[in-house]
């Protein structure tokens, strides 16, 4: 439901986030974690290229008053999240109010105001959650239909099951890491094409997978499902996610229960989060149905979002990125609402701090594919960078930047960036 803080003619005494072009303008209001120097971390939310100090106001006095301990002053927003939707939204109004250009107390205070706003080119960001599970879900049509016609026959590129269910696999927590942190290329069992038997050997196939992540901010029962609408409102925020895949690792491993050691090494995610609510005005149904979904899965409400993606890549030892990929959350075939409404189906409790990853965004282009499987044709039609490198697949040194953002009237919801680059593979 749209109110006040999504007012396009809104406008902050912050005037970097008045620019047209500002990922965090006060219509978005993402929180996330960070540091300066050797300080502790705390809970921020960035505003134009500052960040408001969450933990500081928190002290002040200047936020809505809660029961229990603080929540700012912590690791990760973990705490802050498990308040609940309506502790989310009355936070949400008064900080846009606190950031309102009409005036406030924390701008009209010079002392506290330079404690309370940080550079964020001054900052370390860390990861912002703690992460208590994740799922990566396989959840974009065009996506199943481009590696299915790559590896099975063309005319029957999706299983029987993929029309009636958002297929998904639990994945590993530990592995979930913070933009910017390099990632070291897996080794792992490969069996080469003209080999008997497989080899322990270093990835050759190092791919990236263009997502976002839904993290929960509501927990349910063990055993006790939840509808669509519940699952909507459990949601406290998105991610951008660099699912990161071994292929040549999956290929081997993969049958009969799928990925693992090809996908357990690393998930790269955003610093920031971007709520629920700062997306409601963005909000759009999913793609028509080609079959009848059981009703379980229906959906009173259009529950995607239409966030426009970028991926860019950047050849170790080139100093400019190319930019590889344009696509959009909207092609999805299930939403994460439904993807958290068949999670729970069975039974399965959630937890805050939960991440369910999208599964690769693809669109119906060329130019609009959330993998380099696809993008390449597994590797067979490299494609062509700045600097004139060519790249099946990702090498050493090599950085991916993926990149997100909802485009408003004068404004933008930014989900700024989820980068990472690949280390040589340790000795085995």
């Not at 879900?137 to 590896?151: C, I, P, Q």
């Not at 610093?271 to 028509?288: D, H, I, K, N």
């Not at 790249?391 to 009237?409: H, L, N, V």
Request: proline content about 9%; glycine content about 10%.
């Amino acid at each position: 439901m749209l109110n006040p803080t999504h007012d396009p003619a809104r406008r902050s005494w912050v005037e970097s986030a008045n620019r047209p072009e500002a990922a965090f303008p006060i219509q978005n209001l993402p929180y996330g974690v960070f540091s300066v120097g050797d300080g502790s971390r705390r809970v921020g939310v960035a505003i134009g290229e500052m960040i408001l100090d969450l933990a500081v106001l928190e002290e002040a006095g200047l936020l809505p008053p809660a029961a229990g301990p603080r929540v700012f002053d912590q690791p990760d927003i973990n705490a802050f999240m498990a308040r609940g939707p309506q502790a989310w939204q009355a936070m949400r109004a008064r900080i846009a109010g606190l950031l309102d250009a009409a005036g406030s107390p924390l701008r009209d205070d010079p002392a506290l105001r330079g404690r309370a706003m940080v550079p964020q080119h001054a900052a370390r960001m860390h990861l912002p959650i703690a992460v208590r599970g994740f799922t990566d879900f396989y959840a974009s049509k065009d996506h199943a239909t481009n590696v299915g016609s790559l590896f099975r026959d063309p005319k029957n590129a999706l299983t029987a099951n993929w029309l009636h269910i958002p297929i998904g696999y639990n994945g590993r927590a530990s592995s979930v890491v913070v933009s910017g942190t390099d990632i070291r290329r897996p080794l792992g069992q490969i069996k080469p094409p003209e080999a008997e038997a497989p080899v322990l050997a270093a990835c050759r196939r190092l791919d990236f997978e263009l997502e976002i992540g839904a993290i929960v901010g509501v927990p349910s029962a063990m055993g006790t499902p939840v509808t669509t609408a519940q699952a909507y409102d459990m949601i406290f925020g998105y991610v951008l996610l660099n699912d990161w895949s071994a292929r040549d690792i999956q290929q081997w491993e993969y049958v009969p229960l799928g990925p693992f050691q090809s996908k357990a090494f690393a998930t790269t995610i955003s610093p920031w989060v971007v709520t629920s609510e700062a997306l409601e005005p963005f909000r759009v149904g999913t793609p028509p149905r080609v079959t009848p979904l059981l009703p379980y899965l229906a959906e009173a409400t259009p529950n995607n979002f239409d966030i426009r993606l970028e991926v860019a890549m950047r050849p170790t030892g080139v100093a400019e990125e190319t930019a590889i990929s344009h696509t959009n959350f909207r092609h999805m075939y299930y939403s994460a609402a439904q993807q958290l409404t068949h999670h729970a189906i069975g039974g399965c409790p959630m937890n805050v701090g939960d991440l369910l990853g999208s599964g690769t965004i693809s669109g119906p282009t060329p130019d609009s594919l959330g993998s380099l499987l696809e993008m390449t044709r597994n590797g067979a039609q490299p494609l062509t960078l700045h600097g004139g490198g060519r790249r099946g697949f990702i090498e050493d040194g090599d950085e991916i930047i993926m990149r997100g953002w909802c485009e408003g009237a004068g404004y933008r919801i930014g989900f700024g960036e989820a980068r990472g680059r690949i280390l040589p593979a340790p000795r085995g």
